[in-house]
């Protein structure tokens, strides 16, 4: 038996315990072999040697992550404890929701990045069988996460040689002309997303060399026109605020060595009342071309908050 004492100087202890010690209670239950006392800014953990070292590198994870975002969610916990998500079906992968099969690549610090729902397992899977995915769903499922870690996997294993990352920049009219600052600093607010996924998965200073030297590239929708895009993880993002004429552009740019990601929400189209959105376009027109996947997400697949779920089945209802 063993004991440790962990002292938070640095960071809220009540963003680890939670409202009414909930977060707390999620990482006892992951660890019930150890006895876990909190008090004030102290956590004390008696039990096995081995127990206590799994708990710290835990515990670590997680206050890395607060010291990084400020805050964490119940959702973040579970998902850094690698505890089922009780909304996935377990009947569907044998009971096993959360096998080390789901893994699709490690990030920073060591942390596993998984396929966590049925859905988002169907957009790895569909990596080996088609060239192209559409990843179509509401806000919080994992849509552009899931298509990042498997870009960031193939760039790993040398299945590609580059990363670009696109999103329609549909709030500035895609001109970005009057926003103050230099391109990079007109463009960032609409990509940051893109930046926050792989700040999680590529550790900072390779990153940065990385986008100095072009192996991952991100830019605006309109930035693709003219181009053949080759040898290359692709993903676009937001793709319902491509226009038509946009979307067919973007997806005639396919080298013969690329994979392509299209995610995208049709319920949320930022386009003028006057210009439709090519995404629902695509879908009528591709799906039943041979090497063209449609994965459609749906809010038992949402890994935000417990309430988004929630919220989206309110507002599908009122539709």
Do not use: C, W
């Not at 707390?24 to 239950?29: E, G, M």
């Not at 790993?156 to 970005?176: M, Q, W, Y």
């Not at 600093?185 to 900072?204: G, R, T």
């Amino acid at each position: 038996m063993g004991e440790k004492i962990f002292v938070f100087d640095t960071i809220n202890p009540v963003e680890i315990y939670g409202v009414n010690d909930q977060k707390i209670d999620l990482i006892r239950k992951a660890f019930p072999k150890l006895k876990i006392v909190s008090r004030g800014n102290t956590i004390k953990v008696v039990g096995n040697e081995d127990e206590l070292k799994s708990f710290e590198n835990k515990l670590n994870q997680i206050i890395e992550y607060i010291t990084k975002y400020s805050q964490i969610t119940e959702n973040d916990i579970l998902r850094m404890l690698e505890l089922v998500n009780t909304e996935v079906s377990s009947d569907s992968f044998s009971g096993n929701a959360q096998s080390v099969s789901d893994v699709i690549v490690f990030g920073n610090a060591g942390f596993m990045i998984k396929a966590r729902t049925e859905n988002q397992r169907r957009m790895v899977a569909s990596y080996d069988k088609n060239d192209m995915v559409f990843a179509i769903g509401p806000a919080g499922t994992g849509k552009t996460y899931t298509a990042v870690a498997l870009a960031v996997r193939a760039l790993k294993n040398k299945e590609v040689k580059r990363i670009i990352l696109t999103r329609p920049a549909v709030e500035a009219g895609e001109s970005l002309g009057f926003l103050p600052g230099d391109m990079k600093e007109k463009l960032d607010p609409y990509l940051k997303p893109l930046y926050d996924a792989l700040f999680d998965m590529i550790p900072s200073e390779k990153l940065q060399y990385y986008l100095e030297t072009g192996v991952i590239e991100i830019a605006p929708l309109a930035f693709m026109r003219g181009r053949t895009l080759d040898n290359a993880f692709v993903i676009l993002d937001e793709a319902q605020n491509a226009t038509q004429s946009q979307l067919k552009m973007f997806l005639t740019r396919m080298g013969k060595s690329a994979k392509f990601y299209i995610t995208g929400d049709v319920t949320q189209v930022d386009l003028p009342a006057k210009q439709p959105s090519g995404l629902p376009q695509a879908i009528k027109l591709l799906k039943d071309i041979k090497g063209i996947d449609f994965i459609f997400l749906d809010e038992k697949d949402v890994v935000r908050h417990k309430l988004v779920s929630k919220i989206i089945e309110a507002y599908k209802e009122d539709t």
